[in-house]
């Protein structure tokens, strides 16, 4: 999760759309991968807990239609709420969903993200694809996937036992 700072109320309404794709390699089963997303104290660890975050409100849902919650407050900077919708899940193949985002409040993104899950030598190949509606210029897809990154990094710290 980035600290970046949120910019000024816009003077204009806007809308950016923007996606990417990351593909990441853990040294890890696929049932590891797997259980990270759908197991709530494993994903806890990685995706809700950091020392530069005080959690808020934490909901875990892991079912089609199922929703989650991840708020709190980076130390020294904004308070970031987010909250998706499980759309769909097949084990150890797919999870996709819908999510907001709010940064103080304001309403700054909508997107759709999806991961794949692949068996490869060695362990898995986890692959993330993201469009997203970036609202009113309080972020950018670029800063988005500079966040999505942050977080595969912490599951990759997970796995390997760090955190």
């Excluded at 990441?24 to 709530?40: K, L, Q």
């Excluded at 308070?79 to 084990?91: C, D, L, M, N, Q």
């Amino acid at each position: 999760m980035t600290d970046a700072p949120l910019k000024a109320a816009p003077r204009e309404r806007s809308l950016a759309h923007a996606g990417f794709t990351l593909t990441r390699e853990y040294p890890s089963p696929i049932a590891d991968v797997w259980n990270a997303f759908a197991i709530e104290s494993r994903k806890k660890r990685w995706f809700g807990e950091d020392d530069s975050w005080a959690i808020g409100e934490w909901r875990f849902d892991f079912r089609v239609g199922g929703r989650d919650v991840a708020e709190g407050t980076f130390h020294d900077g904004p308070h970031s709420r987010y909250e998706a919708e499980y759309t769909s899940i097949v084990e150890h193949e797919r999870i996709v969903t819908t999510y907001n985002m709010w940064i103080d409040g304001t309403h700054i993104s909508t997107s759709v993200a999806s991961y794949e899950f692949e068996r490869v030598d060695g362990g898995t190949r986890l692959t993330h694809t993201e469009h997203g509606v970036h609202l009113d210029g309080f972020d950018t897809g670029e800063q988005r996937e500079a966040g999505t990154v942050e977080l595969l990094e912490s599951l990759r710290s997970f796995l390997s036992g760090e955190r």
